[in-house]
Each structure stands twice: as C-alpha cells, then as structure tokens.
C-alpha cells in the first residue's frame, strides 16, 4: 500500500524555521515527483514547492522563494522542505504529494490536481 507520512510541523515565531519530512512507505521514491502543498482555513489548497523525480528541477510559489527549499534523499525514501523566515501567512495545513507520470516526475509542476497520492496533511503555525 502507498502511504506518504508527513512529520515535523508544529507552531513556530515569526521569523523561526522548520523542517518537513515526506516519508514514503510501500513504494520507491526514486520515479516520483513530490509536491508540496497547503491549505490554510478558507482558502484553496496551493502549491508550495515541488521536485521532479531526478532532483534536478524544482518549483517554488512565488510567496516563499528565498526562504523555502525543497530536497530530496532516495536513500532514505523522503523528502524534505526547509521552511525559514516564517511568516503569519504561512500557517496552512502541509501535504506532501507524489506523482510518477512522464510529464509530471519530469517537470514537477506546482499544479496540485497533477498528483495521485497524498499524505495526510501536518499543521503548521506561525504566531507569536
């Protein structure tokens, strides 16, 4: 069974940082793209970051370039977005998503209806 486990939110400062964990079970890594996506109360979902299947293409969302960065470890089956410089705006839900289509393990597109399989969604929250 495909199962993406997302750990590592919590609540944090303005200005703080954490670490997301996408950790997949039952499945290889290694020919997904992942996204990451949120969801912040009655708002739509969106698009964060993504990472094609390789490594070598990522996509961010223009609210959080140049202070989140997404990465990936095959090795150990999971995917990582480094949050910094946290902003109020950024509270959401996260979900990590995966996908091994051609076009989208190759181009990582920020387009969340792209991806088959998602986690369960963490909270995030940025308030001081």
């Known amino acids: 069974q495909l199962q993406l486990v997302e750990s590592g939110g919590g609540l944090v400062q303005p200005g703080g940082s954490l670490r997301l964990s996408c950790a997949a079970s039952g499945f290889t890594l290694d020919y997904y793209a992942i996204g990451w996506f949120r969801q912040a109360p009655g708002k739509e979902r969106e698009g964060v970051s993504c990472?094609?299947?390789?490594?070598?293409?990522?996509n961010y969302a223009d609210s959080v370039k140049g202070r989140f960065t997404i990465s990936r470890d095959n090795a150990k089956n999971t995917v990582y977005l480094q949050m910094n410089s946290l902003k109020p705006e950024d509270t959401a839900v996260y979900y990590c998503a995966a996908d091994s289509t051609p076009v989208v393990s190759r181009y990582a597109p920020l387009n969340d209806r792209l991806y088959s399989y998602w986690g369960q969604g963490i909270q995030v929250t940025v308030s001081s």
């Open positions: 990472i094609s299947s390789s490594g070598g293409r990522t």
